[in-house]
């Protein structure tokens, strides 16, 4: 999937060219990306200067990119994600990421 840089995305949300956005897991485990529904064309948040893909660590971090634009209305699909710190209810009970993802995907 083509990259779509941070300035290009705020023109096309500016032009409101955006016509529906995603935060999902990425396939390689690296994290989330955001995806951008451009009409004809599907596009993933990159880095400036086509530096790659942007990966966020956070879902409030991957939210609030799409915040800052203008983009109020999104999907989530976070099936396969692992937060990095997870919630004090999980830990004191023994559950893992792993299987809550598993069972939310059924």
């Keep these: 999937m083509i990259a ?3 300035k290009a995305l705020q023109e096309a949300a500016d032009a409101h ?3 529906g956005a995603e935060i999902r897991a990425a396939e390689d485990g690296e994290g989330l990306v955001v995806i951008v529904d451009l009409g004809e064309d599907r596009r993933v948040v990159g880095l400036a ?3 790659g893909i942007r990966y ?4 409030d971090g991957a939210a ?3 915040l800052e634009r203008g983009i109020s209305k999104f999907a989530a699909n976070t099936v396969g994600w692992t937060p990095r710190t997870q ?3 999980m830990k004191h009970r023994g559950h ?3 299987g809550l993802i598993a ?3 059924i």
């Design 4 to 6: 779509i840089e941070p």
């Design 17 to 19: 060219l955006v016509r």
């Design 49 to 51: 200067r086509n530096r």
């Design 56 to 59: 966020f660590q956070s879902f």
């Design 64 to 66: 609030a990119l799409l």
């Design 87 to 89: 919630p004090k209810w």
């Design 96 to 98: 893992n990421c792993e």
């Design 103 to 105: 069972a939310a995907s």
